[in-house]
């Protein structure tokens, strides 16, 4: 039984490009967030999807944005990427309603 | 404001004692709390959720307690191996189903 995916596992992009992350959340979850992890820092939450909704939101900019396929697998668009956006991107699954949450192994983004 | 604290950012001890971390949280009324463990690069892996009407809870050499009157949980890592040095995170929603807020984390270091 796979966990949770991520690709690619690291990325380097320049000042105002455009990223896109992906992530395939463990067999059996159906509800995908999206956290940004600065060094020395704990995850901070950016987003939720259920349903291929979002349903929460973090205190992020509108230049991060997702989305989420009918198989409950999600991408993380990252618009006019500033050097402040370097981070590890992590994405978690659970099953609705669970309090239990599963991370991937994140993507490194490194923005020069 | 709403906060979460971890005792310390690094604590290092002897092989075979018992690590103890501390986390604190004020202006929150969380449901749970939840355990994480990070190894450096590597995402967040779920280790135990204790909610508000639990005591404590164990698992193998893990122990958690989660005092709602102080505000505080301890994580106790028994008979402490080499292996257990990692970054240890705590998280708990704001109240509700609102997302997890997570703690900046303490680091372990097990020394043989």
């Known amino acids: 039984d796979a966990g949770v995916t991520q690709s690619p596992t690291h990325l380097i992009k320049t000042r105002g490009q455009q990223v896109t992350l992906r992530c395939s959340p463990k067999?059996?979850?159906?509800?995908v967030s999206w956290y940004q992890q600065a060094l020395g820092q704990g995850p901070q939450f950016i987003f939720q999807?259920?349903?291929?909704?979002?349903?929460q939101r973090g205190n992020f900019p509108d230049r991060f944005s997702g989305h989420q396929f009918p198989n409950y697998s999600s991408e993380l668009n990252v618009n006019a990427l500033l050097l402040g956006d370097s981070a590890l991107y992590l994405c978690?699954?659970?099953?609705?309603?669970?309090?239990?949450?599963?991370f991937g192994p994140g993507t490194r983004l490194t923005v020069t | 404001s709403q906060k979460i604290e971890q005792n310390s950012e690094a604590l290092n001890i002897q092989e075979g004692k018992t690590a103890t971390l501390t986390c604190n949280y004020t202006?929150?009324?969380?449901?749970?709390l939840q355990w994480y463990r990070q190894d450096p690069g590597r995402g967040p892996v779920f280790l135990l959720l204790?909610?508000?009407?639990?005591k404590e809870k164990r698992k193998e050499r893990l122990k958690v307690t989660f005092d709602t009157t102080l505000k505080q949980s301890l994580f106790h890592i028994t008979a402490s191996q080499p292996a257990d040095s990692a970054t240890y995170l705590c998280?708990?929603?704001?109240?509700?189903?609102?997302?997890?807020?997570f703690g900046k984390g303490t680091r372990l270091s097990v020394i043989a």
């Open positions: 998280a708990l929603p704001f109240s509700g189903n609102t997302p997890l807020v």
């Open positions: 999807y259920y349903e291929e909704e979002e349903r």
């Open positions: 204790i909610r508000e009407n639990e």
């Open positions: 978690a699954s659970k099953g609705h309603g669970a309090d239990e949450q599963y």
């Open positions: 202006n929150y009324s969380p449901a749970y």
């Open positions: 067999s059996g979850h159906d509800t």
